[in-house]
């Protein structure tokens, strides 16, 4: 079945202490993102991977990392979470960036 | 301004309503227009990408507009399962343009 994954669904952490969530998809996707979802904020971007090797900064890439050092895995690293990081996370995916984009269930990131 | 602005709604019809959304978006380079409906706590969905010549599948026609730089989405006969969130992404256009903007959401209740 084609989808995007992610590892953890829900995770409550403290300050500080370095945590990463992964994202994999079993399509072939050349395109993959991750994304932040806040109430009243909607949906921002957070980083974006064109292809292997090749990321960019979105619109709130603070405080994150991410590589992508496979087509199918881009992992996003937090390595001092802070509570203003508590949020739901999106990873997605698609074949080109003109295309469907596939979006992972979500983790939901409680930093205390 | 906002990158993407929509009106949040929330929009409340009965059943067989026509409904319309518009969104409006500020980077004059965007190339990349997209609606996506989220149902609550769910994942994104592409709902439908927006062709310059405007499109339609099914009950929904979704617009661009270019000079004016919005997009819009109109839903014939709303069925009570429209009821979500509707999300217009744009992407950044130019040398960012693997940069996706995602409005705040219009939020549609079909009641029977």
């Known amino acids: 079945e084609a989808q995007v994954t992610q590892n953890p669904r829900y995770l409550i952490t403290v300050t500080g202490k370095k945590l990463t969530v992964t994202c994999s998809q079993n399509?072939?996707?050349?395109?993959m993102s991750w994304y932040r979802q806040d109430p009243g904020l909607g949906l921002r971007q957070i980083y974006y991977?064109?292809?292997?090797?090749?990321?960019d900064k979105g619109d709130v890439p603070e405080g994150y990392k991410v590589s992508r050092k496979e087509k199918r895995n881009f992992p996003l690293i937090l390595e001092s979470p802070s509570p203003n990081q508590t949020s739901l996370y999106f990873c997605?995916?698609?074949?080109?960036?003109?295309?469907?984009?596939?979006f992972g269930p979500g983790t939901r990131l409680l930093v205390l | 301004r906002k990158e993407v602005e929509q009106d949040p709604g929330p929009f409340n019809v009965p059943e067989g309503a026509t409904v319309a959304f518009n969104c409006t978006y500020s980077n004059s380079a965007s190339q990349s227009f997209f609606w996506y409906r989220q149902d609550c706590r769910k994942e994104p969905k592409l709902l439908m990408s927006?062709?310059?010549s405007g499109n339609e599948d099914g009950r929904f026609t979704a617009q661009l507009n270019r000079a004016s730089q919005y997009i819009s989405l109109l839903i014939r006969d709303s069925k009570l399962s429209d009821s979500a969130t509707y999300l217009c992404v744009v992407n950044a256009g130019g040398t960012s343009y693997g940069k996706l903007t995602f409005g705040q959401g219009t939020i549609l209740t079909v009641h029977p």
């Open positions: 991977s064109m292809n292997v090797e090749v990321t």
């Open positions: 399509m072939n996707h050349e395109y």
């Open positions: 927006v062709y310059s």
């Open positions: 997605a995916s698609s074949l080109t960036l003109l295309g469907t984009q596939y």
